[in-house]
Nanobody
């Protein structure tokens, strides 16, 4: 069975950190570009970061998370991880990872991706 799944969400205070993981089953995750998205109630999924396939040489960040979030690929674990530091209340939402199966590059458009995980909740609150 081929699927991806997120983990690592939780409740954290402002200024804290979380590390999200996107794990693949049934295929090699770094064969495809991977994107991380956030969704809040009533709004569309918004791209936070993405990494290109193979060597992961292309990494893209949404402006509001630049300098705070870091995306990386762990080939040994077959995961793509999103390190989130200095979290703010506006980072709250359900975080999804997704893959695109045709091209190697990545972008922050949700409609570019065609396989999605089930999401993990991140809540930043004091």
């Amino acid at each position: 069975q081929v699927y991806i799944a997120e983990s690592g969400g939780g409740l954290v205070q402002p200024g804290g950190s979380l590390r999200l993981s996107c794990a693949a089953s049934g295929f090699i995750l770094n064969s495809y570009p991977v994107g991380w998205f956030r969704q809040v109630p009533g709004k569309e999924r918004q791209g936070m970061s993405c990494i290109s396939s193979d060597d992961g040489s292309i990494k893209v960040y949404e402006d509001s998370v630049k300098g705070r979030f870091t995306i990386s690929s762990d080939n040994a674990k077959n995961t793509v991880e999103l390190q989130m530091d200095n979290l703010k209340p506006e980072d709250t939402g359900v975080y999804y990872c997704a893959i695109h199966r045709t091209y190697r590059s990545c972008n922050l458009r949700a409609d570019y991706y065609d396989i999605w995980g089930q999401g993990t909740q991140v809540t930043v609150s004091s």
